[in-house]
């Protein structure tokens, strides 16, 4: 008899594990960078700009020097004469660790004090006193571009002008043609405002080089311990065996922890000269005014249509504000990272795309907030674009869809910018969603508040968005192929240790890493232990952002334990005293195919490994798996909200969202909602209330919670989640990535459900976050309302 176990109870795929890390969080137990305390530890603080631009005429650090306890006083001046005042970013720039010649940023690191503790570090940054000759600041790609702007990186040989790339991709004479063919053409045009990742936990280094051994450790917050190891091994020439970057606990990170900060470099090189450890903790309005921000674009398109809701043609063009360094990563071969995703659900001939980036005088920008790398911003701008196409065909705006989206017998499909998308079922995810919201019913209801004077809206957000990358073939950062591994070591009681090159900030891959081990091998998920982040231990890897780990590393772990099987295999017939051939596998169980009850588990298997393997063959359980995706994965989504606008305010309330998701096979349902939860959440709060801007001389607007808003549990809406299930074709166990298509994927349906409530009003678009005064502008004033900082009144 075959005794194949029970899947579900072992913790393999599909089961609603709980979360085993939370074993320590939820007791206080994390480890987080603030939490190590090393031997002879010093406190390192940073000296920020006040202004957003400027020139620097000195800096006299002698006052903080004579400050009991300080340690180190290090200037932009002392960085470069070692050589170290700039550094390369990820995106083939530069970025000043120290200010030399200017502050390009309010909040740019101009010193650095390391003393005994951080108190003592924050007085003496405070006695350093900085001559500063303001110059104009520019704040919008508009102004970067203008005549007579100031230069901002004079600092670059052969940088004339504030433009940090034009870009293009697509086919533009086809979509030329399309419009030519068009009987109408959609416009519209807005502004994906800046926003924060803003991870809880901010920041923070600590550096500790041994003299003795010449091995440089780094704990350090970051999404991607390798690339980190990579990039110190090359500025810092020193062997990568030499380097040890040890990612702990992080509070969420979100791309905010991906770039390399120059609070980094300084930790490392001041351990480097006092020969202690040396730790920088980031405070929260160093977080929010410095580190990477995401967005930040200007978005106009247009698109091509027949009168019978065919879209026949795509234009658009962006404008993205990097701030005052290129440093977001993002694969090589794309300027604008993956804005060309936009459309992809959608059947359309032609389209094209022109990318421009500019410098101004604000933190660098770009980051891929929960996002594959732009892809937010193109699905907002494909949602929101649609819903004004349909609009203005007087179409019904789910029909427009269903119209336009790619059939489900039409994969693969190539995109009108040329991906290759595998496999979904988008008009059924939309069904269901208008199943659940009640769609029909709902506008009935809008139809009868209509004549009560009330506003009803509701919004539909549609989109399949590509995560995962690579393929090795196109997606690169700074030359490194985005591929990702695993590495599985069987102990001999059949317990076992499994190391990834992903780095989790929160997503849980402690408890999902491990089911897809039970599900492949039949080792139970509580006895298989999952470690990332330390670079001396883990296997080389490219981190965790883009929703890369499910698609990538997560393939890596079902391909290692493939290997392994496979060896256990060889065991079981040496065991089971028969050919290779004559054994079969049930989860976690080879039998003998002619007499099943003639079996040996896995565990059997792992003790011969080390006990009782046949003459030749090699002892041990273990291996490891490099994983290069053929493809991206292409989950979709569906998201819905309805709203009610208050007209005496401007106010909205949301009444309901259904989120439908299709994600592929999903490893750990519980976690998948959470993770669609936290994005709706963040979605929300982007589209509701997330406001972070700068004022006219570049000031940031928002450098603290209580401007810059995170909701709570209060203010967030409830959530009604739905699924569809359409396994990715290529990848080992037809998992797709989910982490980020709520955020991706639900502003739109927010804005969408109030500008269909404000129709009547003529009113196209607000840009985010819709604030009540915006809404109530549109409402009587009936115009757009841009979001765009303000222009110094000099600029006119
Ligand atoms: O790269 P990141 O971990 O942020 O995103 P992800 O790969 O989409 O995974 C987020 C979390 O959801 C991880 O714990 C995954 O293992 C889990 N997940 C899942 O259970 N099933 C899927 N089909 C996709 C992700």
């Not at 200010?99 to 004090?113: I, L, P, S």
């Not at 040989?157 to 086809?174: A, C, F, P, S, T």
């Not at 993770?675 to 929300?684: D, N, P, R, S």
Request: hydrophobic share 40%; with cysteine.
């Amino acid at each position: 008899m075959a005794q194949a176990l029970d899947e579900i109870k072992i913790g393999g795929l599909g089961a609603s594990r709980r979360r085993v890390e939370d074993n320590r969080f939820i007791r206080g137990k994390g480890n987080y960078i603030d939490d190590i305390v090393l031997p002879g530890m010093l406190h390192m603080e940073i000296l920020r700009s006040p202004l957003a631009h400027a020139r620097i005429n000195s800096i006299d650090i002698s006052k903080a020097w004579d400050i009991p306890g300080v340690r180190l006083v290090l200037t932009g001046e002392m960085m470069a004469s070692r050589n170290l005042a700039w550094m390369p970013t990820l995106s083939y720039d530069t970025q000043a660790v120290l200010a030399t010649d200017k502050v390009r940023f309010q909040g740019q690191e101009v010193a650095c004090v390391i003393a005994d503790d951080p108190y003592i570090a924050k007085d003496a940054c405070e006695a350093i006193v900085v001559d500063y000759e303001p110059l104009p600041a520019i704040v919008s790609p508009q102004q970067a571009v203008a005549e007579g702007a100031p230069l901002i990186r004079d600092d670059k040989e052969n940088q004339h002008d504030n433009v940090v790339y034009d870009w293009e991709v697509g086919d533009k004479e086809g979509t030329d043609r399309a419009f030519a063919a068009a009987d109408v053409i959609s416009e519209l045009e807005l502004h994906y405002p800046r926003s924060h990742p803003s991870p809880l936990e901010c920041c923070g280094s600590i550096a500790d080089f041994n003299r003795a051994t010449s091995k440089l450790t780094v704990y350090m917050t970051t999404q991607a311990p390798h690339i980190i190891r990579a990039a110190v091994a090359l500025v810092a020439e020193l062997p990568e065996q030499m380097i040890r970057i040890i990612s702990p606990d992080l509070g969420g990170g979100f791309g905010n922890k991906v770039p390399v900060y120059p609070g980094y470099v300084m930790s490392i090189l001041a351990s480097i000269l006092l020969e202690r450890p040396v730790k920088w903790i980031e405070d929260r309005t160093g977080n929010l005014i410095s580190t990477g921000f995401a967005r930040d674009i200007y978005l106009r398109g247009e698109m091509a249509l027949r009168q019978d809701g065919k879209i026949l043609g795509v234009r658009m063009r962006t404008d993205a504000d990097h701030g005052a360094f290129f440093s977001d990563a993002q694969p090589s071969k794309f300027k604008i990272g993956l804005m060309h995703s936009a459309f992809s659900c959608y059947d359309i001939p032609a389209a094209h795309l022109t990318a421009r980036g500019t410098y101004t005088n604000k933190a660098p920008g770009g980051v891929a907030y929960r996002c594959s790398f732009r892809v937010t911003e193109a699905m907002f701008f494909q949602e929101r674009m649609v819903q004004a196409a349909a609009d203005d065909l007087g179409i019904d705006q789910a029909e427009f869809r269903r119209i336009n989206f790619v059939r489900d017998d039409d994969f693969p499909h190539r995109t009108p910018f040329g991906f290759l998308t595998d496999s979904g079922q988008y008009g059924k995810c939309l069904d269901v969603g208008l199943e659940a919201v009640g769609y029909q019913d709902f506008l009935r209801q809008k139809e009868e508040a209509k004549r009560e004077g009330r506003l009803l809206g509701i919004g539909i957000s549609t989109m399949t968005e590509p995560l995962g990358a690579g393929n090795s073939r196109e997606y690169d950062i700074l030359g490194i192929k985005m591929f990702d591994s695993a590495e599985l070591r069987v102990h001999m009681t059949g317990k076992a240790l499994l190391r990834t090159g992903a780095k989790t900030q929160g997503q849980g891959h402690e408890t999902t890493w491990a089911q897809i081990v039970a599900h492949e091998l039949g080792i139970p998920a509580e006895d298989v232990t999952v470690e990332e982040g330390d670079t001396d231990t883990a296997p080389f890897g490219m981190g965790t952002y883009a929703s890369r780990s499910t698609p990538v590393a997560g393939a890596a772990v079902a391909m290692v334990s493939r290997k392994v099987r496979a060896k256990a295999r060889k065991l079981a017939a040496h065991l089971l005293e028969v050919s290779e051939d004559d054994i079969e596998w049930e989860l976690g169980r080879f039998y003998v195919r002619s007499a099943p009850d003639r079996g040996v588990t896995i565990q059997e298997c792992a003790m011969a490994a080390y006990s009782n393997m046949p003459d030749g063959m090699e002892p041990g359980l273990e291996n490891n798996a490099y994983y290069d995706p053929p493809n991206l994965t292409w989950p979709f989504a569906c998201y819905i909200a309805t709203v009610e606008v208050d007209p005496e305010t401007g106010v909205w309330d949301v009444l309901n969202v259904v989120a439908v998701d299709d994600c592929g096979v999903r490893i750990n349902p519980m976690i998948v909602e959470g993770q669609i939860m936290g994005g709706l959440t963040e979605a929300y709060a982007m589209s509701s209330m997330q406001f972070i801007t700068f004022d006219a001389d570049g000031n940031c607007v928002g450098s603290n919670y209580m401007d810059y808003l995170l909701p709570t549990a209060w203010e967030t809406p409830g959530f009604e989640l739905h699924e569809v299930v359409t396994p990715c074709p290529h990848h080992p166990i037809g998992a797709k990535g989910i982490g980020e298509c709520a955020t991706v994927g639900g502003p739109a349906a927010f804005v969408n459900a109030v500008m269909d409530a404000l129709r009547d009003t003529g009113a196209r678009n607000i840009d985010m976050p819709l604030l009540p005064d915006r809404v109530y502008e549109a409402l009587t004033e009936r115009h757009d309302v841009s979001g765009a900082p303000p222009v110094r009144s000099d600029d006119g």
